[in-house]
């Protein structure tokens, strides 16, 4: 089996990555299934060194998991260890925030699509739901990036209060003021420009470059506690670029938890 950076499992680590590999209702291009795998494969070809950070992320320790594809389990895992989610596609979001079950808990979502739509190819339980879903249990939801979304979305995020950055320009402090003491961060890589990162499910133009997000990550960390992430709907081709970026990007929070 892959394991992230090909280290070995340490017994303390403090750090567990979770490949999911969930694929059911994909809208456009398939292949998120494969997401994980690549994103493990790629992670190989990291530097140990972060020289941003001026750390070696890897010595606090991290673990790969066994693959896990039933959302029922997802919702049922027990750990105090702080857990990285590799989609798969975006609906896994959903049984990871349920298990969390804490108190001042804001979602943080990265992503070109609201993901707001009440059902969608007639599935409630759809990628392009899983926002509506997760906001039926918790409205502490604030989304940077989202460029893409129909008027039925935009009428549930005013009715609803949620908080939405649209597009690519934001003002990060005003980004944390939206957020509870504890968060949980999603990250759609179509929050990324395609020029960034283009494998994915259903990329969306004008996005976000890889600075923008891991400055906004960085301070994010540093000012709540960040309970848990996943990062979602990798769609690898023969381009290892996304694979890398993808690789790098998880990495980076691994750095920002340290």
């Given at each position: 089996?892959?394991?992230?950076?090909n280290?070995?499992?340490f017994a303390?680590?403090k750090?567990?990555?979770?490949?999911?590999?969930?694929?059911?209702?994909?809208s456009?291009?398939?292949?998120?299934?494969?997401?994980?795998?690549?994103?493990?494969?790629a992670s190989?070809?990291?530097?140990?060194y972060?020289y941003?950070?001026k750390?070696?992320?890897y010595?606090?320790?991290?673990?790969?998991?066994?693959?896990?594809?039933?959302?029922?389990?997802?919702?049922n895992?027990?750990?105090?260890?702080?857990?990285?989610?590799?989609?798969g596609?975006h609906?896994?979001t959903?049984?990871?925030?349920?298990?969390l079950?804490?108190e001042?808990?804001s979602?943080l979502?990265?992503?070109?699509?609201?993901?707001?739509?009440?059902s969608?190819?007639?599935?409630?339980?759809n990628?392009a739901c899983?926002?509506h879903?997760?906001?039926?249990?918790?409205?502490?939801?604030?989304?940077?990036g989202?460029?893409?979304?129909?008027?039925d979305?935009l009428?549930f995020?005013?009715?609803?209060?949620?908080?939405t950055?649209?597009?690519?320009?934001?003002d990060?402090?005003?980004?944390?003021?939206?957020?509870?003491?504890?968060?949980?961060?999603?990250?759609?890589?179509?929050?990324?420009?395609?020029?960034?990162?283009?494998?994915?499910g259903?990329?969306?133009?004008?996005g976000l470059?890889?600075?923008?997000v891991?400055?906004?990550?960085e301070?994010?960390f540093?000012?709540?506690?960040v309970?848990?992430?996943?990062?979602?709907?990798l769609?690898?081709?023969n381009?290892i670029?996304?694979d890398?970026?993808?690789?790098?990007l998880v990495?980076?929070?691994i750095?920002y938890?340290?």
């Open positions: 089996m892959e394991t992230f950076m280290l070995p499992n303390e680590s750090i567990l990555i979770l490949p999911v590999p969930y694929e059911k209702t994909t456009y291009k398939k292949g998120t299934i494969n997401g994980p795998n690549a994103i493990l494969k190989n070809e990291l530097e140990l972060d941003e950070l750390l070696e992320p010595i606090i320790g991290i673990a790969t998991l066994k693959p896990i594809i039933d959302l029922k389990k997802l919702e895992i027990k750990t105090n260890k702080f857990l990285i989610a590799l989609g596609e609906t896994i959903l049984p990871l925030i349920k298990r079950n804490q001042d808990l979602i979502q990265l992503d070109a699509h609201a993901d707001l739509k009440d969608f190819e007639g599935k409630k339980l990628h899983v926002m879903r997760i906001s039926e249990f918790n409205k502490n939801i604030t989304q940077v989202v460029r893409s979304l129909d008027k979305e009428s995020i005013k009715k609803n209060k949620i908080n950055f649209f597009g690519n320009n934001f990060i402090k005003k980004i944390i003021k939206t957020l509870k003491k504890n968060v949980y961060i999603t990250i759609d890589l179509d929050v990324f420009d395609p020029s960034v990162l283009p494998d994915v259903t990329p969306e133009p004008n470059q890889f600075k923008q891991t400055d906004l990550l301070e994010v540093k000012k709540r506690n309970v848990g992430c996943d990062i979602v709907e769609c690898p081709s381009n670029v996304s890398y970026t993808a690789a790098k990495y980076k929070i750095g938890k340290n």
